[in-house]
C-alpha cells in the first residue's frame, strides 16, 4: 500500500477495492463487511501497522451544476475527484470562494471529514449538503451542514463513535459568482500589499506560490501535511506560558471555537490558538531526523516526513515524543490532526491512539 498513502510507509491490507464508478455502489454496500476504512489519497493518514481488513479507494468522479441563478452555483461534485483539480476547475469558471484551499492533496470526499482550512478559509463555509452512505443505518442519507458539526479540523464524520460510520460518495458546494478575496492571512496579504487580486485564478496562483516555497512535495519528500492540530487554550493559561515564554504567538478565538463549557476552562475570555509549529521548534525538534528514518521538516516544524525507509510505527514514535516533550514543556496536549490506522496493540492505548480506526 506505500502508493496508497503519501506518507509512503510499507503497509499491507488484507483487500484493496477501487471505487471507481456509482455502479459498484450497491453491490458495495451489500457485500462490504467489517473492518474496512475508506481512503481518498491517503494523504491524512498513518497505517501504524498492517491493515487486517478492507481498504476502498474511493474514486467515485463527477462534477455537476445542479443549481445556477444570479450570485451562486451549486456543484455536486463526486468524493473521488481531486481536490486541487476541482479547486482549479470552479476558479476558471468564475466559481469563487475556494481558491485559498487550493493544492491541498487529496479527494473531494475527505475535505468535509476533517473540514479542509487553509489560509483564512474553511471548506465547511462552501458545503451545502454531503451523500454519502450511513454503515450503521445501512441507509444512504444527505447530511446537511449542519448535521455534519464542522468545527476546526473536526466534523461528524471524526467525532462518529464508529469510525468509518460514513462512506461519502459526493458533496455539494455552493459558491459564488462575484469574487471576494480573502487576504486576511498574513502571507497572502502581503502578496497582493501592492495589488490586489484581479481574479480567481490571480488569487489562486499566490496560493499556490505560497504553499510551494513553504511546504514540502509529498512526492519527493513522503508526508502527511500539518501532523498535530494547533491547540485551543484558555486566555488564562495563555498569561501564564507568556510570563515564562514571552515571546509565544496566540491568535484570539471566535465563540465557535470555545472549548467544551465542561473542559475546566473559563469560555468568559476568548481562548487563544497556539501554532503548534512553534512549540515543536522550542523544543529542538525542528529539521531532527531520527535513525528510522522518521523526521521532522527542516523547514516547517508541523510535518513529519518519511526521509526514506520510515516505518508507520516509527513516525508514530517520533510523534508520541514530540507530543510528550512539549506536555512536559508547555503543559499542552497536542492532539493528531493525521489519522492512524492499523493493527496497533495493547501499546498504543491511552488518547493519541484515540484515532485508531
Ligand atoms: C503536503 C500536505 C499539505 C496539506 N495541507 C493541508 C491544509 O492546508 N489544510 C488541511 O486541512 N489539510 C491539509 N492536508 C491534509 C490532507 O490533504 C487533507 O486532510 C485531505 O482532505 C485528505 O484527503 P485524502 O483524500 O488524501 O484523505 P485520506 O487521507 O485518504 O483520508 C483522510 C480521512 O478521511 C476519511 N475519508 C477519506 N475519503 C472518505 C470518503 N469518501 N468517505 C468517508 N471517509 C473518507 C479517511 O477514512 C480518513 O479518516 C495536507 C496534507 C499534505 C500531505
Known amino acids: 500500500m506505500r502508493s496508497l498513502t503519501t506518507m509512503q510507509t510499507p503497509v499491507q491490507a488484507d483487500n484493496i477495492i477501487y471505487l471507481t464508478s456509482h455502479q459498484q455502489l450497491t453491490a458495495l454496500v451489500e457485500q462490504l463487511s467489517p473492518p ?53 476547475q470552479m476558479a476558471a469558471a468564475g466559481y469563487h470562494g475556494l481558491e485559498n484551499l487550493a493544492l491541498i492533496p487529496g479527494t473531494v470526499g475527505a475535505a468535509p471529514v476533517q473540514n479542509i482550512g487553509a489560509y483564512g478559509v474553511e471548506v465547511c463555509e462552501f458545503i451545502d449538503w454531503v451523500d454519502a452512505f450511513d454503515w450503521v443505518e445501512k441507509k444512504w442519507v444527505k447530511l446537511s451542514a449542519d448535521a ?4 476546526y479540523r473536526d466534523s ?47 488569487l489562486l496562483s499566490a496560493i499556490v506560490s505560497i504553499r510551494q516555497a513553504k511546504l ?20 488564562a493559561q495563555y498569561r501564564l506560558l507568556q510570563a515564562n515564554y514571552p515571546q509565544i504567538p496566540g491568535f484570539l478565538q471566535p465563540i465557535t471555537h470555545a472549548m467544551p463549557e465542561n473542559s475546566g476552562t473559563d469560555n468568559s475570555e476568548p481562548n487563544v490558538k497556539i501554532p503548534a509549529a512553534w512549540l515543536i521548534e522550542q523544543i529542538g525538534f525542528k529539521g531532527m ?37 512539549v506536555a512536559k514543556t508547555f503543559t499542552i496536549n497536542l492532539l493528531p490532526e493525521v489519522r492512524f490506522i492499523g493493527d496497533f496493540g495493547g501499546e498504543f492505548e491511552g488518547e493519541f491512539g484515540r484515532n485508531v480506526g
Open 156 to 202: 461528524l464524520f471524526k467525532q462518529t463513535a464508529q469510525p468509518d460510520r460514513y462512506l461519502i460518495t459526493a458533496v455539494a458546494f455552493t459558491l459564488k459568482k462575484t469574487f471576494e478575496p480573502v487576504l486576511t492571512y498574513r502571507e497572502v496579504n502581503a502578496w497582493f500589499a501592492e495589488q490586489p487580486p484581479q481574479d480567481g485564478n490571480a
Open 148 to 151: 455534519c458539526q464542522f468545527g
Open 36 to 88: 474496512f476504512v475508506v481512503l481518498g489519497e491517503g494523504s491524512n493518514v498513518v497505517f501504524v501497522g498492517d491493515y487486517s481488513g478492507t481498504v476502498v479507494v474511493n474514486q467515485l468522479p463527477g462534477v455537476t451544476i445542479i443549481d445556477d441563478n444570479e450570485s451562486t452555483v451549486t456543484v455536486l461534485a463526486g468524493a473521488g475527484e481531486n481536490w486541487h483539480h476541482f479547486v482549479c
Open 289 to 325: 531526523v531520527k535513525e528510522t528514518g522518521a523526521g521532522v521538516y527542516e523547514k516547517h516544524a508541523l510535518i513529519l516526513v518519511n526521509t526514506g525507509q520510515a516505518t508507520g510505527k516509527a513516525i508514530y514514535d517520533l510523534a508520541q515524543e514530540i507530543r510528550q516533550s
Open 216 to 235: 514540502p512535495d509529498y512526492r519527493c519528500t513522503p508526508n502527511a501535511g500539518s501532523f498535530f492540530k494547533n491547540p485551543v487554550i484558555s486566555g
